[in-house]
C-alpha cells in the first residue's frame, strides 16, 4: 500500500495505522517458528518435537501470510472492511473459525501430510470494481504458497547437505511440499475455494447463481473429490511430479511426516 497517501490524524487510507500493525499472536508464531528452526538445526533435545514445532508453526505463519495477501489486495483494490475486521494484523484467530481456519487445517497437516485450506477473510466484493481485481484478489493467496514452496526448494536446488542436519531438511521439505499441496488445492475450480473464485466473476449471470448457492458447500465438494479414487489419484500425481519437477526429495519430506507424528515413536 503507498504509505504516502497519509493524513495528519494517522491515518492510511482512512484507516488507523494500528489496524495493520501485526499481532502478537502472530510475531508469536513467527518467533515459535525461528526458534523451533533453530532447535532442530541444532539437534537440540528431542529432534521429532523440534520437527513438530517447526512445521506446525511454519504451516500457521504460511496460513497467516496467505490470508493477509487476499486482504491487502482487497484494501488496495477498495475494499477498507478488511482493515476494520483486524484481517491486516495477520492475527489467524480473525480469519474465519478457529476450528476450520486452524485446528482442521493443522490436524491434516499431521494425520494426512495435506496443505488444506484453512482460513477465509470476508471481502466486500461491492466495494472492488472491475472483475479482474476480484479475480487478484482471489488468486494472491495461491500466489503466497507457490512464492513460498519455491523459496523453501532453493537449498534443495543449490545443493545442500541434506544429511548433515537430517531433521531440519526433513522438516523444510515437508513444510515446501505442504505449500504445493495447497496451492493446488487452492487453484482447484471449486465453488468457494480460491480456485472457484478467480473464475466467478467471468461467469454469465445464470452461471454465477449457481456457483454462488454451490460455494457454501465447496469445502465438502473438495473432500469428496479428494476421496475419489481417480481424482484423488489424479491430484497427489499432480503434487508428486511438481515436487519432482521443482527438485523436492520425496524421500525427505516423507521422513519429515515420520518425524512430526511424535507420538508413534
Known amino acids: 500500500m503507498n504509505f504516502d497517501q497519509r493524513d495528519q ?8 495505522r494500528a489496524a495493520f500493525r ?13 526458534t523451533s528452526g533453530v532447535l532442530a538445526w541444532n539437534g537440540f533435545g528431542n529432534i521429532r518435537l523440534d520437527v ?11 496460513l497467516c501470510l496467505h490470508e493477509y495477501a487476499h486482504a491487502v489486495v482487497a484494501f488496495r483494490a477498495g475494499d477498507r472492511s478488511v482493515a476494520h475486521r483486524g484481517y491486516l494484523t495477520l492475527n489467524p484467530l480473525k480469519y474465519s473459525h ?34 479482474l481485481r476480484h479475480s487478484l484478489v482471489s488468486l494472491a493467496g495461491p ?30 521439505a515437508l513444510l515446501a511440499f505442504l505449500q504445493v499441496t495447497a496451492s493446488l488445492l487452492n487453484l482447484l475450480p471449486v465453488p468457494g475455494l480460491d480456485g472457484g473464485n478467480v473464475i466467478q ?28 479414487p481417480t481424482v484423488g489419484g489424479w491430484f497427489f500425481g499432480g503434487v508428486f511430479a511438481i515436487g519432482d519437477l521443482i527438485g523436492l526429495p520425496d524421500y525427505l519430506y516423507a521422513d519429515g511426516l515420520r518425524l512430526i507424528r511424535f507420538w508413534q515413536g
Do not use: K
Not at 490524524?9 to 488507523?16: F, K, Q, S
Open 201 to 228: 466473476p467471468w461467469l454469465s449471470a445464470q452461471w454465477r447463481r449457481g456457483y454462488d448457492l454451490m460455494a457454501p458447500y465447496g469445502f465438502l465438494l473438495l473432500f469428496a473429490l479428494l476421496w475419489n
Open 143 to 172: 500466489a503466497t504458497n507457490v512464492v513460498f514452496a519455491l523459496l523453501l526448494v532453493v537449498p534443495f536446488a543449490i545443493g545442500v547437505d541434506v544429511f548433515a542436519r537430517p531433521g531440519f531438511w526433513a522438516g523444510v
Open 9 to 16: 490524524e494517522g491515518l492510511v487510507l482512512g484507516v488507523p
Open 22 to 34: 501485526p499481532s502478537p499472536i502472530f510475531l508469536a508464531l513467527v518467533a515459535l517458528f525461528v
Open 52 to 62: 513438530f514445532l517447526f512445521v506446525v508453526s511454519g504451516w500457521l505463519v504460511s
Open 98 to 131: 478457529p476450528l476450520l481456519s486452524i485446528i482442521l487445517p493443522v490436524a491434516v497437516v499431521l494425520l494426512g501430510g495435506i496443505g488444506l485450506p484453512g482460513g477465509a477473510v470476508w471481502i466486500d466484493r461491492h466495494q472492488i470494481p472491475g472483475r
